[in-house]
Nanobody, 123 residues
């Protein structure tokens, strides 16, 4: 059974950094694209970044140049390095496994999500 667990969230001041990890188990991570989403209080879930099976990366305009996603298939881990954090980056961050990058969160089956890790950026 596919399982994803996020970690690394916390409270940080604006301008600071956090590194989130998404660890997979019960499946072969190599075969899956991993997407990061986030959800701020009262807002819809938002696409943040994705890394394909081949290592290709993509980012939302709001985080491009500040965030970097990477994968280590041998460790079944996908990391999201977040630098120059802003208060608007606050939210719960989720990773999800999908067959390819670019789909809406609504198109990803329920069982392919982690439970999220909370990031709070203070001003």
């Amino acid at each position: 059974q596919l399982q994803l667990v996020e970690s690394g969230g916390g409270l940080v001041q604006a301008g600071g950094s956090l590194r989130l990890a998404c660890v997979g188990s019960g499946f072969t991570l190599d075969y899956w694209a991993i997407t990061w989403f986030r959800q701020a209080p009262g807002k819809e879930r938002e696409w943040v970044s994705c890394i394909s099976t081949g290592g290709g990366t993509s980012y939302a305009d709001s985080v491009n140049g500040r965030f970097a996603v990477s994968r280590n298939d041998a460790k079944s881990t996908v990391d999201l390095q977040m630098n120059s954090l802003k208060p608007e980056d606050t939210g719960v961050y989720y990773c999800a496994a999908d067959h390819f990058c670019g789909r809406s969160w609504r198109q990803i089956r329920d069982g392919n999500w982690g439970r999220g890790t909370r990031v709070t950026v203070s001003s």
